[in-house]
């Protein structure tokens, strides 16, 4: 571990770096650095060489032929950026927008209510799991994609129910990027906790309920 090697010995939190590491080349093994996002030949290649990007795009393609929108989970500030620049160059948008630990809470909710009053229409939000977990109602988007998981499934769920809120018309669509659904979703357990779709349902069907009842 390059991070034991430094130091000659097991410094407090190498072993964390070790592990944040080793979740940063699970998500993309090479250095984004060498691609070119602006244009659609560098995003292409970016892509490929991540099989967790690739599935990501199969989803946003889908999502986009369907004209909603999406909230997509990624930790690191790196990647949101990363992100946000191959999903403008591949699908003709504006850079989604970003909400992360640097954006202060008043400027986050006018982020939101841009977002909200945006035209039908692909679109997609670009968040951190931990800072833009709670607080916030998205409505507009009805599917969520965790990119890269929380260690915390309570804080990953948090974050799903930005987009179960009151006022939510649609079914929301939740999948974390890389796991194998053919297998009933077994294979999200590899990536240390599954989502939970019995919750998920719950909390739509307490949503449309309570819009049930504030109806008059």
């Known amino acids: 571990a390059e991070a034991v090697a430094r130091t000659g010995q097991r410094a407090p939190g190498a072993m964390l770096e070790v592990i944040q590491r080793l979740r940063g080349i699970s998500l993309f093994p090479g250095e984004p650095d060498d691609f070119d996002l602006t244009t ?50 591949v699908f003709g948008i504006d850079p989604p927008v970003i909400i992360n630990g640097t954006v202060p809470g008043g400027a986050r909710q006018k982020r939101v209510n841009d977002f909200q009053a945006k035209r039908p229409g692909f679109d997609a939000m670009i968040l951190s799991p931990k800072a833009a977990g709670v607080g916030l109602t998205i409505t ?41 659904t053919a297998d009933g979703g077994q294979g999200a357990g590899v990536l240390g906790h599954q989502v939970d779709l019995h919750r998920v349902t719950s909390s739509r069907s307490a949503s449309q309920s309570a819009r049930k009842r504030a109806s008059p």
């Open 40 to 89: 659609e030949s560098g995003c292409r290649s970016w892509i490929a060489q991540s099989a967790r990007l690739a599935r990501s795009f199969e989803i946003f393609r889908g999502i986009d032929r369907l004209n909603e929108k999406v909230l997509v989970f990624v930790d690191t500030r790196r990647m949101q950026a990363l992100m946000a620049l191959a999903m403008a160059t």
């Open 140 to 180: 507009a988007a009805n599917h969520v994609l965790h990119l890269s998981r929380w260690w915390n499934p309570a804080v990953e769920n948090q974050a799903t129910d930005r987009a179960f809120r009151i006022g939510q018309r649609r079914d929301v669509h939740v999948l974390p990027a890389g796991v194998d």
